[in-house]
């Protein structure tokens, strides 16, 4: 473990080296972050998830970083160039860019301008101009040079410039001081290409665009990214040159007066705008591209871990109704446990005889509702969405139906449909009706529906598909984990798409998990999956805690607390006067509520952490944090535009959250759009401060836009 490294995490976490060093040995040995974060809390201070996973990200990227700058440091010095002040300077390097940096001027270069005029032997001219002579003249000194192959002073003198050029190019201090000047006070433009395509005026607002380099915002660089890639903008890094070329002649020239000034000048011109600019430019885009990437992941996250914390919908019996127009309405049933019931197609919106058409849609929906004692339809929120939503409301309304319904997010549900878990669950329905179960399902357990889907499926980011793929998959299966182990597994139920998520538990593991409950039955404890060998000791220890076994034989199975400190339980209830049958009880909640903790901590030789969360889960052995989350709203009316009016108060499901507003559910055909300025009266910088995916608001209209179908949105009452 890298002591210089720790210390470097333990500064820019703000968190202290021992926190650090016992994440970072924790993890060498195999532990998991959900385990670590859940049942370690005493060891690493109570760090979260998303720390943890920092120390581990940060101490990786820093040792490649330093196996970086080991190499560079042994290339220069199989040359015989490396000084103690260089080796110096490249370890106390922080970034990658600046270890190439200092790198380039011993770096083997492909053949340059430089490189032809060093051949021809013009090296020691450039030198002997970089001394500044005060005697002598031009002509004489470059005469010195002439030969076979140097036949000109003019010839002399270009190659002599351009290996100035590079000179100057190569010098790492320049090139951080020009970075960083062009950072803060450069601008990032954008302009329209003159033979670019742009039918549905996307990115109208960029076709004259410019903003300050360092004060762009991510979604804006992601755009002009996109537009670029599209050839429908054409963007450039713009400075004043005046100031980076003033500044190069002071650090070059300085006050020395000498014939050869205005050649040095000139190099110095060739080198910032044919060497240093282009590359600072890549750099400086490269950057905001990260810084772009970076933002995009973090929001996607926020809202995917929203998601899959909506509550479920449960001992419900549910109608998914997956909407389309020519292909028709795929429907599904699904029991109060999820199980397939029934399914069917209807063709509701065909051109031609369209009230037939509705009525006979009707009569099947209704003959399904009333057959199967159907409590909800769950409409998927794709094409044809809204025109369903004013279906089921008018079959409501006609036919008296003790039944509502709810727009469902179908992200990912045709990715899951054609999967082939779906094809496993469902060997013998059409991938359409798969998709009918799918959002039936992730209205009753969103958490465990949304699982099948890969998490860069679940349609709740911006610009997703403009970054990097692997860094998307990685932050997301992080999320997605994190968030199946805060809520726990039922081990008898969970399907292989959730148990996979579960801390320490393999593919191996699954598959013997499954087989068991196939052949033997329930689980019936903890106790058994040990016996059975079920799981490796260490993966025992690592998923135990997040595996729950409801209605078994021991009533701590089906709770957070870890068979290691079972002991504790039962000290404490003893010290109480307790027994394990009283747990969840106004009784024993009484009981827990007034006891001293650092008094019973001592008492029972556990930490405070154990302790809480032994109190914790005593009071509510089933709690869930998706309980303290909004429900969906449920509705039997529909809404249009010709009903709205500025100033109207509505209330709706915030269905995305991204940098410049949230899109809001209000029942229409396209999401409201509330900006960041409409969000709150107080400053934020982003909109997940106030608001989160699934949030249910009440809202006012402020615009409507009847030709664009747009509504625009406040949360503040005006």
């Not at 006067?577 to 901590?601: A, F, P, R, V, W």
Request: with cysteine; net charge neutral.
């Amino acid at each position: 473990m890298n002591s210089t490294i720790v210390e470097e995490i333990s500064k820019s976490l703000n968190i202290t080296k021992r926190q650090v060093e016992v994440v970072l040995k924790m993890l060498e040995e195999g532990n998991t972050i959900p385990f670590i974060a859940r049942y370690r809390k005493e060891a690493t201070g109570g760090l979260s998830e998303e720390i943890i996973k920092s120390i581990g990200d940060i101490y990786e990227y820093q040792i490649n970083l330093l196996k970086r700058k080991e190499a560079v440091i042994g290339l220069i010095d199989e040359k015989g160039m490396l000084t103690d002040e260089l080796k110096m300077q490249i370890m106390n390097c922080m970034k990658l860019v600046e270890v190439e940096d200092l790198y380039r001027p011993f770096k083997e270069k492909k053949k340059t301008k430089a490189s032809e005029a060093i051949k021809l032997g013009l090296e020691p001219l450039a030198k002997e101009i970089l001394k500044f002579p005060r005697s002598g003249d031009l002509d004489m000194l470059l005469s010195k040079y002439l030969n076979d192959k140097v036949k000109t002073k003019e010839e002399a003198l270009q190659g002599a410039k351009y290996i100035l050029a590079e000179m100057i190019s190569d010098n790492a201090w320049y090139r951080k001081d020009i970075r960083k000047h062009v950072y803060f006070h450069g601008t990032i433009s954008s302009k329209k290409k003159k033979t670019a395509k742009d039918d549905n005026k996307i990115y109208e607002m960029y076709y004259a665009y410019s903003e300050a380099i360092s004060k762009i915002k991510p979604h804006r660089i992601l755009a002009l990214n996109r537009g670029e890639s599209e050839k429908v903008l054409t963007i450039s890094v713009d400075i004043a040159e005046e100031e980076i070329l003033s500044y190069l002649e002071r650090k070059v020239i300085g006050k020395r007066e000498s014939f050869v000034n205005e050649v040095v000048r000139e190099a110095i011109l060739d080198s910032y705008k044919r060497l240093i600019f282009p590359s600072v430019e890549r750099e400086i885009r490269s950057e905001l591209k990260e810084k772009g990437e970076e933002a995009a992941i973090a929001n996607f996250c926020k809202n995917l871990e929203a998601l899959l914390l909506t509550p479920p919908m449960k001992e419900k019996v549910v109608l998914g109704f997956d909407p389309g127009f020519v292909n028709g309405c795929k429907l599904a049933v699904v029991d109060k446990n999820g199980k397939y019931l029934d399914s069917t197609v209807i063709k509701p919106f065909l051109k031609g005889n369209t009230d037939l058409y509705i009525k006979q849609s009707k009569e099947i929906v209704k003959t399904l509702i009333n057959k199967y004692h159907i409590d909800i339809i769950a409409i998927g929120n794709g094409t044809a969405s809204r025109e369903s939503e004013k279906f089921c409301a008018e079959l409501i309304q006609e036919y008296h139906l003790d039944c509502k319904y709810v727009i469902v997010s179908e992200a990912g549900a045709s990715i899951y449909s054609a999967s082939k878990i779906a094809i496993e669950e469902f060997p013998d329905l059409a991938v359409e009706k798969r998709s009918a179960v799918s959002i039936a399902r992730r209205l009753q357990d969103p958490l465990s529906e949304l699982v099948k889907v890969p998490p860069e499926g679940i349609g709740v980011g911006l610009y997703q598909h403009d970054v990097s793929p692997k860094k998307l998959a990685d932050n997301l299966d992080f999320i997605v984990e994190k968030t199946v182990n805060a809520v726990g597994v039922n081990i008898n139920t969970a399907s292989s798409s959730l148990l996979k998520y579960v801390s320490g538990i393999t593919k191996k593991a699954i598959d013997k998990i499954i087989s068991y409950r196939e052949s033997k039955g329930k689980i019936h404890s903890r106790e058994e999956i040990k016996k059975a060998k079920l799981l490796t000791d260490k993966a025992y220890e690592q998923a135990i805690g997040f595996l729950r076994i409801p209605e078994g034989d021991h009533i701590l199975d089906q709770t957070s607390i870890h068979p290691e400190s079972y002991g504790v339980v039962s000290d404490l209830l003893n010290e109480i006067h307790c027994t394990l049958d009283q747990i969840g009880t106004h009784e024993l909640i009484e009981k827990l509520n007034s006891i001293d903790k650092d008094e019973y901590k001592e008492k029972l030789h556990t930490d405070i952490y154990t302790l809480e969360d032994v109190i914790n889960s005593l009071k509510k052995p089933n709690r869930d944090p998706r309980d303290d989350m909004p429900q969906p709203i449920l509705k039997s009316d529909v809404l249009t535009l010709d009903d709205l009016k500025v100033g109207m108060k509505l209330q709706g499901t915030v269905r995305n959250v991204v940098d410049f507003g949230v899109f809001i559910d209000v029942g229409l055909h396209n999401d409201g759009l509330a900006h960041i300025s409409k969000l709150t009266k107080k400053y934020i910088k982003h909109p997940s401060e106030v608001l989160s995916v699934g949030d249910i608001v009440d809202c006012y209209v402020i615009d409507i836009n009847k030709e664009k179908e747009k509504v625009g949105l406040s949360l503040i009452e005006e």
